[in-house]
């Protein structure tokens, strides 16, 4: 859930979540929600592979990927292919972790996701 919210498990206990998760299948592939260029590609500990595509003042952060398909400057198109999200081992649930920015404020990304 985007925003401040209270802890699931400790009472009294407030967590940020500055993005959305979106649960899919095992091979699923993310798909820009608009088009931009590529402004960063990396592997950050805890969100493996992370994808942030800039869309003039906006960002797009697209984390959780094993595969990352672009590379930092290439042009994308409105649902291209930019990686395979990441099925944990454990329980074998496959989440994509989604951000948008407009310039340094955070945004719902719920209201930006077409539901077909």
Do not use: C
Not at 21 to 45: C, N, W, Y
Not at 53 to 75: A, I, P, S, W
Not at 89 to 100: R, V, W
């Amino acid at each position: 859930t985007f925003g401040e919210h209270e802890h699931s498990v400790i009472p009294g206990i407030k967590v940020r979540n500055n993005g959305i998760g979106i649960s899919t299948h095992k091979g699923a592939l993310a798909r820009a929600i608009f088009e931009g260029e590529v402004s960063q590609v990396m592997d950050i500990p805890g969100a493996n592979k992370v994808v942030i595509v800039r869309h003039g003042n906006y960002l797009t952060v697209y984390q959780n990927l094993d595969e990352v398909f672009v590379m930092k400057g290439d042009k994308i198109k409105a649902k291209q292919n930019i990686g395979k999200i990441h099925t944990k081992a454990t329980d074998h649930t496959t989440t994509i972790h989604l951000e948008i920015w407009k310039e340094t404020n955070k945004m719902n990304p719920s209201s930006w996701l077409s539901h077909k």
